[in-house]
């Protein structure tokens, strides 16, 4: 009892607050229960792991509410990769490559494959792996285009069937923000069949309510770039900064609600292109690389280092929340029929 009343005051206010007995979504994308933290049956299975980095992660992660002073945690099934981490990929030292090709593998980063009207496969866009479950993506690599596969585990797309750790996962279901307009809402979730953690496939963590925008952020595409590489061959790296409204003349031109986008980058050659949509805009922090925006819309020029401009993932946790959960709850209804 003592170790569960002080992981008590370790879980700070987190992602969306469901309330007592309802519903709710694990960190590894299971359908839980918001229940008091003394009575579920996950907290009692690792009572004596509660010193774990690992698992004091997962149990902040599954934080959903408040009730009498007790806290609430999403409870879901005993699972055994309660230690498979958020945001951490092999080799994830502080290098930043600044606009190059990097070695480094994101272990979360997607394509999303499309077949066209002559059964051609062509690669459009990017996701990234949040949990077993989803890949979040923008709305428009979903509204416009017929989703195929989605591919995960590579570092590139010029060879990847020959790569080991290659893994081509069938599309469940695709959503999108039912409001979704050219500018804003651009934020959507491929459901796919439960994916094994590896090495080389990983989910990246997404950042709390109440977390500050950081003023740096790193973007990694397959997309076009100004090194004349092939589109969706190798992938390519910058560092890009965080910009005012002032500076991002696609929001404050439009009218486009702040609190909804997050614009960055300035720099010539620092940019998300096409083909990098749907990517994520993120940064290390003490959970680990989280992401906080997803590739949305820029200039047609990459290379002339205006703004671009990103979904703010923060404002959208309780859609999210919301419709991973349907989601899961259909497809638990198809199977039941």
């Known amino acids: ?32 229960v918001c229940t008091e933290i003394t009575s579920c049956p996950i907290v009692r299975a690792y009572h004596t792991k509660l010193s774990n980095i690992s698992v004091r992660k997962y149990f902040r992660q599954s934080y ?25 990929m ?3 030292g502080p290098k930043i490559f600044g606009g190059h090709i990097s070695d480094m593998h994101f272990p979360w980063m997607v394509a999303i494959q499309y077949k066209e009207e002559n059964e051609r496969l062509v690669f459009r866009c990017q996701g990234s792996l949040i949990n077993q479950h989803f890949i979040l993506t923008a709305a428009h690599c979903l509204r416009y285009r017929k989703v195929h596969a989605v591919v995960m585990g590579v570092k590139n797309l010029t060879n990847y069937e020959e790569q080991e750790s290659f893994k ?4 469940i279901n695709i959503t999108y923000h039912r409001e979704y307009s050219t500018d804003i809402d651009d934020i959507g979730l491929i459901q796919i069949r439960p994916v094994q953690y590896t090495e080389n496939i990983r989910w990246i963590c997404l950042p709390r309510k109440n977390d500050a925008s950081p003023s740096w952020f ?34 404050n031109r439009k009218n486009i609600p702040w609190s909804r986008v997050i614009c960055a980058g300035g720099e010539p050659n620092k940019d998300s292109c096409d083909g990098d949509s749907g990517g994520a805009l993120m940064n290390m922090t003490a959970d680990g690389w989280t992401a906080f925006g ?13 703004p671009g401009v990103y979904t703010r993932i923060q404002y959208y ?21």
């Open 1 to 32: 009892m003592k170790i569960i009343v002080w992981i008590v005051f370790l879980i700070p206010p987190a992602f969306s607050e469901f309330g007592i007995n309802k519903k709710c979504i694990t960190p590894h994308g299971d359908i839980g």
């Open 64 to 88: 959903c509410g408040k009730r009498y002073n007790m806290t609430l945690i999403c409870c879901g099934p005993v699972i055994p990769n309660i230690y498979d981490e958020c945001g951490v």
């Open 90 to 92: 092999e080799n994830s």
């Open 168 to 171: 081509k996962s069938i599309v």
């Open 218 to 251: 790193t973007i990694r595409g397959w997309g076009k770039n100004d090194k004349k590489i092939t589109e969706f061959s190798a992938a390519i790296q910058s560092r890009i900064r965080s910009a005012s409204y002032n500076e991002c003349r696609f929001v």
């Open 294 to 306: 997803i590739v949305s819309f820029g200039s047609r020029d990459c290379s002339q280092g205006e």
């Open 317 to 337: 946790l309780d859609w999210l929340d919301r419709t991973m959960l349907e989601m899961l709850q259909v497809s638990e209804r198809k199977k039941n029929e």
